[in-house]
């Protein structure tokens, strides 16, 4: 590289370094400056003068209050924009910028090339002339595309054509280029290469100075309903993802928000591992959760199926679960809930002190008077308004019964007081609501009067009507809850008559074999459990007889390890939020839930979208792990030789065959020491939570953390954690324990071994009792070395 060229640079830098450090500066002033007035004008509530003799006094003691709270609240927004304002800038001073682009648009009227420089954001001077775009840009989209040459980038105002001179790539460290480069390619792999020669962490980092063309297409996509992104393990899928969602931020400025995007994420650990990436870039983190989470958080009294649980204990046949999980299915529930418009909803009677104060016979007549083209969110309504005035006809009816009388008879006089004071109570109104009406009352000085009555008479009637007022509110309660359908019974009649609405057959299960799965789920559900399975499928019966409308606020969904969801599941998500874009995201090789049920997911998700609307993604080239980890994973699938490795050279996996466990503890307390010293990451990744367990208490004088649970956090150094919680992460050195036939010994566990040495970004070890996997036959023996003897 010219010495001139550095020069320049180094020039263009230091001017853009102190551009930033005068910014940043005139904000810290700013901070200071807004600190003093928010002080300044909190100090001065005391000069406001409260006025409460007269009316005119009141409205001006409101007008004064308000204006202070205009004025505090201007100064705070300011202060918050100052602050990030403080943030964006010291991020930018330590690394301002990435790459730099030279080009001609077509419409340019001179030979003069545009020079940009691109990074994390956009930064302007005093003389408001751009230093710095942010990677977001339409024009940054030039970096990630192509190379030098013709180019075209799309802008609001549509597609550009463009003559791309220059690109030039930079590594800039503590306000000093450390390299720079120009390249032809989109990347050059020499910046690739550094920033994944580096060592893994707990948290997931930004990949903007590396986006490849084919992340470029995901990121930037703004057309489709369903993006489908298919991708191998460390093809950057996810990492693409969340520059999408930031991305989508940008784009979208002022009409969205991050609490518009929901991200369903495999388990809570992976949610721990990513939540950094997006407040990197200067953006708010988007809402995550898991499936399970949003499934239960629905169901608070039912346990629901946890991932261990589905992983380790379900023991449903695989077909009823296909059978469960598919379009078909969905279908069938639709169905099932159109036929519940004319007949057989199930109904439980409103109770009163132990009886039917509102029959379900009544309650089912009201129901279905009303005429066919009701639907059933309209038939539900109009049935609550009927069973409200009913309720309320009940009061004089109950106020004249006997145990009005005793209750009266029986008031304490605090509690008489409070049902004077209280005034008249409305059927719908909350005991808070009340309390805290009382409470402003009285700091106005206008609380309740003590009540007076024209006769006894008039006293116990008006005590009376509240007494029974108060005690029909938790029905009035109940029915604006519609529990006055019975949801449980109703989720079971569905399940014994799911023959009348899908075929079974196509499932190749029989009657039998379906009604004696139905008094399983009817056992599970007295005790109060759900499979995950069974709880999707409850709650979107429910809904579509309550007429739940599902998340309209949601604008983009996204949903990663897409291959561990069932049809109906995705189905529900779109039913659930039915104004969102998806991109999903998935690697196929990796169901290790749905198995080989997973091979018809795409085209079936992709069924329910308009078809001009879907566009798939595939990515092949995994960057993650060496090309030596990469040709071993791929061959324990039968099919993974589309898988392409990225070219960054490391050591061959090492397959340890020992006799015994002592043997096998032996070599893996003599790894964790080489990996210790290499200050490596490392994940012992055993197949089941009980095996994590007690490897854990065999090594509890290592220094290793335990991971058994999603809740938790992960750790820096050394974790065991059971496969299905490894799913997402990745280490600098992985270790697989017991890579044997009393673990991998099915054919059914291929993907699962697949999915756990593909964790490895540097180093993988696999050790064994007696004999390895017979999974791994089918790799090449060039492709990894065996060793039985310990180190």
């Not at 990435?98 to 077509?106: K, V």
């Not at 019974?489 to 079974?504: K, M, T």
Request: proline fraction near 2%; charge should be negative; glycine fraction near 4%.
């Amino acid at each position: 590289m010219d010495n001139q060229i550095k020069i320049d640079e180094t020039q263009y830098l230091d001017k853009t370094l102190q551009a930033m450090q005068n910014s940043l500066s005139k904000t810290i002033s700013e901070i200071k400056q807004t600190n003093k007035s928010i002080n300044s004008v909190a100090q001065s509530w005391g000069d406001v003068r409260l006025k409460t003799d007269t009316y005119s006094g009141i409205v001006e003691t409101a007008a004064s209050i308000r204006q202070q709270q205009q004025m505090l609240s201007e100064r705070e927004n300011s202060k918050t924009r100052a602050e990030r304002r403080f943030a964006t800038l010291t991020k930018q001073i330590e690394k301002p910028y990435f790459a730099r682009i030279d080009f001609n648009e077509s419409t340019s009227q001179t030979t003069e090339p545009e020079t940009i420089y691109i990074g994390l954001g956009s930064f302007s001077d005093e003389k408001n002339d751009f230093l710095v775009y942010d990677w977001r840009a339409p024009v940054a989209s030039i970096y990630y595309d192509g190379g030098i040459g013709d180019v075209t980038y799309l802008t609001p105002d549509g597609t550009q054509n463009a003559t791309v001179t220059l690109k030039r790539q930079f590594q800039i460290e503590e306000g000093v280029i450390v390299t720079l480069f120009d390249t032809e390619e989109a990347i050059g792999d020499a910046m690739l290469m550094n920033a994944l020669s580096g060592e893994s962490s707990t948290k997931m980092k930004s990949i903007v100075t590396t986006i490849q063309k084919e992340q470029n297409k995901i990121i930037r996509n703004t057309s489709s309903d369903l993006l489908f992104v298919q991708g191998a393990a460390g093809s950057g899928k996810t990492a693409a993802v969340l520059q999408r969602v930031a991305y989508l931020l940008y784009r979208y400025r002022g009409k969205l928000t991050s609490g518009q995007v929901v991200l369903f994420s495999p388990n809570q650990l992976f949610n721990d591992y990513i939540d950094n990436v997006l407040p990197e870039l200067g953006e708010q983190n988007m809402v995550q959760m898991t499936f399970y989470q949003y499934a239960s958080r629905r169901l608070p009294k039912v346990n629901v199926e946890t991932l261990q649980e589905r992983f380790e204990i379900d023991t449903t046949e695989p077909q009823i679960n296909l059978a469960k999980g598919s379009l078909a299915m969905f279908n069938a529930v639709t169905a099932y809930a159109e036929h519940l418009n004319r007949s057989e909803m199930k109904i439980r009677s409103v109770m009163f002190n132990g009886e039917p104060l509102i029959s379900k016979e009544r309650i089912s007549e009201i129901y279905y008077q009303y005429n066919e083209n009701y639907k059933l969110a309209q038939r539900l309504e109009a049935t609550r308004d009927t069973l409200m005035r009913i309720l309320s006809s009940h009061i004089g009816t109950e106020a004249r019964k006997d145990w009005v009388e005793l209750a009266i008879e029986n008031l304490s006089k605090q509690e008489y007081d409070e049902i004077v004071g209280a005034g008249k109570v409305r059927m719908g109104d909350d005991q808070e609501n009340d309390a805290a009406a009382r409470t402003r009352q009285a700091q106005l000085g206008d609380g309740p009067k003590e009540r007076e009555f024209a006769s006894e008479k008039a006293e116990r009637q008006f005590l009376s009507k509240q007494i029974v007022t108060q005690a029909l509110k938790p029905l009035a309660r109940q029915i604006r809850r519609a529990s006055f359908l019975n949801i449980n019974a109703q989720f079971i009649d569905f399940l014994r008559q799911a023959h009348h609405y899908i075929d079974l057959s196509q499932f190749n299960i029989t009657p039998s074999e379906w009604l004696a799965h139905v008094e399983t789920v009817i056992t599970s559900l007295k005790k109060r459990q759900l499979s995950l399975t069974d709880t999707t499928l409850y709650l979107y019966l429910y809904d579509l007889i309550t007429g739940k409308n599902g998340e309209r606020d949601i604008r983009f969904l996204f949903i990663d390890e897409i291959q561990d969801y069932t049809p109906f599941q995705l189905a529900f998500l779109k039913f659930s939020f039915p104004k969102a874009k998806f991109t999903v995201l998935g690697d196929l090789n990796q169901a290790i839930f749905t198995k080989d049920d997973a091979k018809n997911l795409q085209n079936d998700f992709a069924s329910l979208f308009d078809s001009d609307r879907v566009e798939s993604i595939k990515l092949t080239q995994t960057y993650r792990s060496t090309q030596q980890i990469t040709d071993f994973t791929k061959y324990i699938l039968r099919d993974g030789q589309d898988i392409d490795a990225f070219n960054r050279d490391g050591k061959k996996p090492i397959l340890y065959t020992l006799p015994n466990e002592t043997d096998m503890l032996a070599q893996l307390r003599a790894q964790l020491e080489e990996h210790d010293v290499n200050k490596d990451t490392t994940a012992i990744i055993t197949k089941t939570r009980a095996d994590a367990q007690a490897l854990a208490a065999q090594l509890d004088s290592q220094n290793v953390t335990l991971i058994q649970s999603e809740n938790q956090r992960l750790a820096q150094g050394t974790i065991i954690v059971p496969s299905y919680l490894a799913k997402g992460l990745e280490f600098d050195a992985v270790i697989i324990w017991h890579a044997d036939d009393t673990r991998y010994g099915d054919e059914s566990d291929r993907r699962l071994l697949y999915t756990v040495a593909s964790r490895a970004m540097h180093t993988l070890t696999l050790i064994a009792a007696n004999d390895a996997s017979l999974l791994i036959n089918d790799v090449p023996k060039n492709l990894y070395e065996v060793r039985q003897w310990i180190n």
